[in-house]
Structure formats: structure tokens, C-alpha cells
């Protein structure tokens, strides 16, 4: 059975910046794009990071791009999320998962909390 352990989130201010950490398991991810969601209170659940099997393409909604960057270590199966100059609205829990065609494949897993302060 497929796991995804997300970690890294915490409390920044505006203009800081976090990494965040996807470990998954049970499953062959390496040969699976993977991306990150995120799920502000009150609002659906968005894609901000899709990157494919070998790294070799990467899609940012226009609201992170230029701030994120997804990347992957396809050896320790664990993806990465760099935020930079965050800012309030990046305020949500953040999910990581297998993705086709923008769509999560596995179940969620408990997700990691980002607040950014103004």
C-alpha cells in the first residue's frame, strides 16, 4: 500500500522560506510524475508543482511560479518543494502525491502545515 509522508512546514514571516519534504512508499514512484497540493481553509484543494519521473519537465501555476521549485531523488523516493518569499495566501496544508494528467493517483497522506505571518 502506497504511503506519503509529507514534512517540513512550519510558522514564516513574509518574504521566508521553507522546504518541504515528500517520503514515499510502497509503490515504484520513481517511474510517476509527482506534485504538490496545497488546501487553504475554506478552499479546494490546488496543484502548485507537478514534476515527471526523471526531472526532465516541471509546471507551476502562474500564482508560485518564479517562488517554487519542485525537484526529486528519484534513489531515496522522496520529493522536495523549495518556497521562497512566501507570502500569506501560500497559507494551507501541503500535500504531495503521484500524479496524471494534474490528477492525484494515491491516497492523501496527513499533509504538512505552512503559515506565513504578514
Known amino acids: 500500500q502506497a504511503q506519503l509522508v509529507e514534512s517540513g512546514g512550519g510558522l514564516v514571516q513574509a518574504g521566508g522560506s521553507l522546504r518541504l519534504s515528500c517520503a514515499a512508499s510502497?509503490?515504484?514512484?520513481?517511474?510517476?510524475?509527482m506534485g504538490w497540493f496545497r488546501q487553504a481553509p475554506g478552499k479546494e484543494r490546488e496543484i502548485v508543482a507537478v514534476i515527471t519521473w526523471n526531472s526532465g519537465s516541471t509546471y507551476y501555476p502562474d500564482s508560485v511560479k518564479g517562488r517554487f521549485t519542485i525537484s526529486r531523488d528519484n534513489a531515496k523516493n522522496t520529493v522536495y518543494l523549495q518556497m521562497n518569499s512566501l507570502k500569506p495566501e501560500d497559507t494551507a496544508v501541503y500535500y504531495c502525491?503521484?500524479?496524471?494528467?494534474?490528477?492525484?493517483?494515491?491516497?492523501w497522506g496527513q499533509g504538512t502545515q505552512v503559515t506565513v505571518s504578514a
Open positions: 510502497g509503490r515504484t514512484f520513481s517511474s510517476r510524475a
Open positions: 502525491n503521484a500524479v496524471e494528467k494534474g490528477r492525484p493517483l494515491e491516497n
